[in-house]
């Protein structure tokens, strides 16, 4: 997206030029449209959104980042959000509605026709994270009690679907799963011939309380278009595409990412000043706690670093080692943790590599440092403490980063906290515990 076309909308916006620019809306793809509304401010922000026609808006609100989200459903009225919740799919319009206030969304539903109405409050009685919060409930279901011509005939009559796939799935009588079947595979058979003789089994299906994350890890192992979800009775209430599984891996991995660096997902770049520095600021609270208490632990050796003020060179050196070992080891963990390769039983194998390899990681850059210290030609008591503390604290980062995340996974927390939380605070303290303890007992024997 060009910065001069932005540029352009704005004065069009305030020149109030209304259809100069509904023509401009019209040419400009959907994804583009909605990175443009992420960059205006409030005002501008809901007199654009306004220009759009409806079926194209009711694709841009699915687009937008979470700030700009919530900004539009604050203040657009419920009339207009409930006609673009009227042109999403039910799962789609589930998403966006959980996100008003309840007065408002009660307005919004019911102003939706009936079958809309049942289907939303339907879906918004699971949370947003799971398979019945994330399923469609539109899709070809047939019962295995119809014969070919009938299912043909209803096809004809519903259409062509431009959504989902080309899979029919299949229910006995009382609505209980019993298989798909590829549509294709009608114009093989005879007419007559009933459903229950060509359905074949489904490799995968989900749970209406199932994590999302955990749908995502069995479409993934069985190569499936479309996971179906079923409820406790093993009755078909809905799908999940391939396109909500996408969108559920991009909203995890930007979700961990954010986390990782102490930020919330509702936060955007483009958001008010003021607004994002209250979202952020919690975080930097924790991580000045977590400074402090390195900082005490620095003070609790003045006098060694008064008799060895050059040691004072090492300790970043020695906490950013540790902490950068213990990152890379964090990363690995988690994103094995979210694919299913490793459980909670895995942590003692894992801890165990992970201790020799941080064992070899801490010899070659203690190695590093100590010769660097040598040629530097500061005291030569240096060079073995720093090699040593380097070792320690490496090898203190591969640990926390093993387990940590595991211990979180463990008790229900987010594991991409461990980075930015637990991780930082631990090799910075210890660091710096390890490097100025070791200066202590050194400079007894061997005097600076």
């Known amino acids: 997206m060009d910065a001069d076309f932005l540029d352009r909308v704005e004065e069009l916006l305030e020149q109030g030029k209304t259809a100069e620019l509904g023509q401009i809306l019209d040419k400009i793809p959907v994804r583009h449209l909605a990175r443009i509304l992420e960059r205006l401010d409030r005002d501008d922000l809901i007199a654009l959104f306004r220009l759009i026609d409806t079926d194209k808006a009711a694709d841009v609100i699915l687009e937008l980042d979470d700030a700009t989200l919530d900004v539009v459903l604050r203040e657009l009225e419920n009339e207009r959000i409930s006609k673009l919740v009227e042109e999403m799919d039910s799962d789609e319009a589930a998403d966006i509605v959980a996100e008003m206030s309840p007065q408002d969304r009660a307005a919004v539903i019911a102003r939706l026709p009936a079958d809309d109405r049942r289907d939303l409050r339907e879906l918004l009685k699971f949370p947003p994270d799971t398979a019945g919060g994330r399923m469609a409930v539109e899709f070809l279901r047939v019962r295995t009690t119809d014969s070919v011509e009938q299912v043909v005939r209803r096809l004809r009559r519903r259409g062509p679907d431009p959504h989902y796939s080309n899979l029919l799935f299949v229910t006995d009588r009382k609505g209980h799963f019993e298989g798909a079947l590829a549509i294709d595979k009608l114009l093989y058979y005879s007419p007559r011939k009933k459903i229950r003789e060509l359905v074949e089994s489904y490799p995968v299906k989900a749970f209406l309380l199932e994590d999302q994350e955990s749908v995502v890890r069995k479409a993934e192992k069985t190569e499936v278009p479309v996971v179906p979800v079923v409820d406790e009775a093993d009755k078909l209430r809905g799908i999940i595409t391939v396109e909500d599984i996408i969108d559920v891996i991009r909203e995890e991995t930007t979700e961990d990412i954010y986390r990782s660096g102490g930020v919330s997902t509702e936060t955007s770049l483009f958001e008010s000043p003021v607004r994002s520095a209250g979202r952020r600021f919690p975080w930097l609270l924790v991580n000045l706690g977590t400074a402090f208490v390195a900082a005490s632990v620095i003070g609790l050796f003045q006098n060694t670093i008064r008799s060895l003020v050059a040691i004072t060179i090492f300790l970043p050196i ?131």
């Open 318 to 448: 020695v906490a950013g080692l540790g902490g950068n070992a213990g990152s890379q080891t964090v990363v690995m963990v988690i994103r094995s943790l979210a694919l299913g390769e490793i459980t909670s039983s895995d942590a003692w194998r894992l801890l165990r590599r992970q201790l020799l390899t941080c064992f070899l990681l801490g010899l070659g850059a203690g190695i590093l440092a100590g010769v660097g210290a040598l040629i530097l030609k500061l005291p030569i008591i240096l060079a073995p403490l720093v090699f040593l503390a380097l070792v320690i604290n490496i090898i203190i980062g591969g640990i926390v980063g093993t387990l940590v995340p595991m211990i979180l996974r463990r008790l229900k927390f987010d594991p991409s906290l461990a980075s930015s939380i637990f991780l930082t605070a631990t090799t910075d303290t210890l660091g710096f515990l390890v490097l100025l303890g070791l200066a202590t007992l050194a400079l007894q024997y061997f005097p600076a």
